[in-house]
């Protein structure tokens, strides 16, 4: 992260407003942090101009970046905070002031990069089996936000519905993950929402499902088809429909003979809102018993 800039040591305050003076008016905005940065970091703008000025890439390579790093030094366990930032408020900007009474805004914005970076440690025996012998069915599993983890779901037997090679219209696909009980807390609580994406067929990264794309852009104005993606937590249970992706899915593989069945990534997303939340998945039972339920109502064509 380069060079210390400065730093800033206090307690927040989310219910508070801060009131500053706009062209002669007071003014009050939601809650904020300003740090007041150092004044060779700022003499420095004065001291290479106006060559980094000139253009976009002699900006870039004077600054790069701000990087918010928290002092974790002298924390015990359970100590500390999650906070986060809105970045693409219209009062987030590094402010350059000069000569008295002038001054330089540097807005932060959509057209900012944005980036978050974290790092975890200390799991448990059984996170780290899980780590070290995947492609197994285990009973109980784990989500965590902030790149954190996933549970892979593995359906394959999926392509039985077509076995005969007659296709099927999907009415309905749906599957229930549930909360182990027991498991969470007041400080160690289950998400409100969770997704159901795939692996990328590139590399195996994160990627959408045509059910989720659909909620996130609809493909016609008035269709109310994308509200019945889910994920959203009702009671121990988070339900996902899924019938545009699996009708996808059988008739690639008959039409097609692609199978594009590369099962499901279960996760806490990162957004809408930002949480440190963090789940154990309940993947027990047998037959009828079992607490992750795959339900499809589908008419023979």
């Known amino acids: 992260t380069s060079d210390l800039i400065e730093t800033w040591e206090g307690e927040f305050a989310p219910a508070d407003s801060v009131t500053f003076i706009e062209e002669g008016k007071e003014v009050k905005a939601l809650p904020q942090l300003r740090i007041k940065l150092s004044s060779a970091f700022g003499q420095s703008f004065i001291d290479n101009s106006p060559g980094i000025f000139a253009s976009q890439e002699n900006f870039d390579d004077f600054l790069n970046g701000l990087a918010i790093v928290p002092d974790a030094s002298g924390l015990g366990s359970g100590q500390g905070a999650i906070a986060p930032f809105y970045l693409n408020s219209i009062h987030s900007s590094l402010t350059l002031y000069y000569n008295d009474t002038l001054f330089k805004e540097f807005n932060i914005n959509t057209s900012s990069e944005r980036v978050n970076t974290y790092e975890l440690s200390d799991w448990s025996a059984d996170i780290v089996n899980q780590l070290t012998n995947p492609h197994v069915n285990y009973e109980r599993t784990y ?30 696909a749906k599957i229930n993950f549930q909360i182990e009980p027991g498991s969470e807390s007041d400080e160690f609580f289950a998400p409100d929402r969770l997704l159901l994406l795939q692996p990328s067929d590139v590399d195996g990264t994160n990627s959408l499902i045509i059910d989720l794309i659909d909620e996130i852009a609809p493909p016609a104005p008035n269709w109310s088809g994308h509200t019945n993606y889910g994920g959203s937590r009702d009671g121990n249970t988070y339900t996902f429909h899924f019938n545009r992706h699996l009708q996808q899915l059988l008739d690639d593989y008959l039409i097609k003979d692609e199978n594009n069945n590369r099962g499901f990534y279960l996760i806490v997303p990162s957004d809408r809102p930002i949480t440190p939340a963090r789940m154990i998945l309940d993947n027990s039972g047998t037959g009828k018993d079992k607490k992750i339920k795959l339900k499809i109502t589908y008419t023979k064509l």
């Open 143 to 172: 989500l965590q936000a902030m790149g954190g983890l996933k549970t892979k779901i593995e359906i394959p037997e999926i392509f039985d519905l077509v076995k005969d090679g007659n296709r099927i219209l999907i009415n309905e």
